[in-house]
């Protein structure tokens, strides 16, 4: 078990540019998590996958976000056409249905 | 709506001191609580958690818990702070229309630690 893992740790972009992110959960675990983390304030909700099924997607994942999970195991996460606003840390988690979420290190985006 | 409070933004205390970090949710069902802590440029690790029965609930590092559900808070504790202590503390609890998995945060109370 090494945890959960993401790549890139830190990411910089233009304006108008897409990224992608991609997480590595736990292998045991069936259900994946992203969060997003703006500076001085807690993780917010974004989408969360069962296997492969993707269940929920806040109202904060706009139509410029995509999430995906293809083989519920790894997933990735793309922003297309950044804009600063996007910039914060993205977070990622793993747990085995509902008992307790295990967090990755997350990857912190830059939007110049 | 559902909502987590941490009142404190700040806190300070030198090391050795007991340390109390105050939480309050807003949750309409029995919630699920997390205590969770986070280092400069480190994800969140799992501090502990509540779910049900014994309302202190004891945790990693030394830290420990107490649920009262007449007053909507979960606080945290430890008895003695030791420097690597210093971090931010994020309190949670699980929403979710049809489970648990939504967790909503706090903003956080990062911890300072004198020497």
């Known amino acids: 078990d090494t945890g959960v893992s993401q790549n890139p740790r830190h990411k910089i972009t233009k304006r108008g540019q897409n990224v992608t992110f991609r997480c590595d959960p736990i292998s045991e675990h069936n259900r994946l998590y992203w969060y997003r983390q703006t500076l001085g304030q807690g993780p917010e909700f974004l989408t969360y996958f069962q296997n492969e099924a993707q269940l929920e997607k806040s109202r904060l994942l706009s139509d410029r976000f995509s999430a995906e999970r293809p083989k519920g195991s790894f997933s990735t996460l793309e922003i297309q056409r950044t804009e600063q606003g996007d910039s914060a840390m993205y977070l990622c988690?793993?747990?085995?249905?509902?008992?307790?979420?295990?967090f990755g290190p997350g990857t912190r985006l830059t939007v110049l | 709506a559902q909502s987590v409070t941490q009142p404190d933004i700040h806190i300070t205390v030198s090391e050795g001191a007991s340390l109390e970090l105050r939480c309050n949710y807003s949750y309409g069902a029995t919630p699920y609580l997390f205590w969770y802590v986070q280092s400069p440029g480190q994800g969140l690790q799992l501090l502990l958690k509540y779910f049900s029965g014994d309302t202190l609930v004891q945790g990693i590092k030394g830290f420990e818990a107490e649920f009262k559900r007449s007053q909507s808070s979960f606080t945290l504790r430890k008895p003695s702070v030791h420097w690597s202590d210093a971090a931010e503390y994020f309190c949670?609890?699980?929403?979710?229309?049809?489970?648990?998995?939504?967790?909503?945060f706090g903003t956080g109370t990062r911890l300072k630690v004198l020497a």
């Open positions: 988690a793993s747990s085995w249905d509902n008992n307790e979420q295990f």
């Open positions: 949670a609890v699980g929403a979710g229309t049809s489970g648990t998995y939504k967790y909503i």
